[in-house]
């Protein structure tokens, strides 16, 4: 039988706030919009004014046999900057400020006793912000509001880089975890995500797509050589290309059906990194272009490969 509630709570850009709560088994729906203020069905023109009063928020409609109250605090919290009260990230006023807007009493102890185990927990260097506010009327924002992130998959990951947000989760929120783990605790955030979550870094915006050095590439997470700069060719696709990699075997290719199409997806030898796509339209005799993510790779120049440990892979480049 279906228990059906519902939660609001206030992240900053709703846009951001929308994926993370979706993908939540025993989640409804999640529905962009406005609460806490002062005017009658606001629009977005008006809310980001920051003269309504109202929050950039999201209400969350889901199954509590399936997920719990206390598991969507948890996401809420990962998700954002407790101790900024002037908004978040990029994004500055009233209508960005963060807040969970509680129906009852129970909702009530449980966000104050979140927001006290989190304070505890990660012992942030300045006061937690976050408003705990009783809940007011919700009203849904414009549709183009609604599934951002699904419908703008592009723009929606770059605005999260670029405000900051995805950086701040990850050494806030997930690299205490990856401790345990050395090879993931040297990641940055956007080498993270590549890696481990298929994500894909900006065209003309990483590290190598236009490196012209001589020398090796390797897997950033386990350190394994996968191409060199003498199979590199320039594809015009912003992203590192290379026509094969050093063994066949040290990379390995997965279907993926992503996007509504069908590509497939390069991962290393052991499948536990993301790297990029293979295509067949590169200039080699297999005619192949191995289009891979920079975050995904090290480069060590030819010079560097003996103090580097990869002295036996000199042979490649004379």
């Avoid at 260097?125 to 592009?154: C, L, M, Q, S, W």
């Amino acid at each position: 039988m279906i228990n059906t509630k519902k939660a609001v709570f206030a992240g900053g850009c709703f846009w951001c706030m929308e994926g993370p709560f979706a993908e939540l088994e025993g989640v409804i729906s999640v529905l962009p919009g406005y609460t806490g203020g002062h005017v009658e069905n606001p629009t977005y023109e008006q809310v980001i004014t920051g003269l309504t009063g109202h929050y950039e928020a999201v209400e969350v409609t889901y199954d509590e046999s399936k997920v719990s109250y206390n598991e969507l605090l948890d996401v809420f919290w990962r998700q954002i900057d407790p101790t900024d009260p002037d908004g978040q990230f990029a994004d500055k006023g009233s209508q960005y400020r963060t807040a969970i807007f509680y129906n009852d009493e129970e909702e009530k102890r449980s966000a104050e006793k979140s927001r006290d185990e989190i304070k505890e927990a990660f012992g942030f260097e300045k006061p937690v912000t976050t408003r705990i506010i009783k809940a007011e009327r919700f009203f849904p924002a414009e549709d183009y509001h609604r599934k951002y992130y699904e419908k703008n998959p592009g723009r929606y990951k770059m605005y999260k880089r670029s405000s900051g947000r995805e950086e701040y989760i990850f050494n806030t929120w997930k690299k205490p975890e990856l401790e345990k783990d050395p090879r993931l605790a040297r990641l940055n955030a956007i080498q993270y995500e590549v890696t481990q979550n298929a994500d894909t870094e900006p065209p003309f915006q990483n590290e190598y797509w236009d490196n012209k050095k001589r020398g090796l590439y390797v897997d950033v997470v386990t350190g394994e050589p996968l191409f060199t700069s003498d199979d590199k060719f320039d594809s015009g696709c912003g992203w590192p290309s290379f026509t094969k990699p050093i063994k066949e075997e040290s990379v390995i290719e997965k279907p993926d059906y992503s996007f509504g199409r069908t590509r497939t997806e390069i991962r290393n030898s052991d499948g536990s990194s993301h790297l990029g796509h293979v295509f067949d339209d590169g200039p080699g005799p297999d005619g192949l272009r191995y289009c891979i993510n920079s975050a995904a790779l090290r480069f060590i120049p030819e010079e560097d490969l003996e103090k580097e440990g990869y002295g036996k892979y000199k042979e490649l480049f004379e």
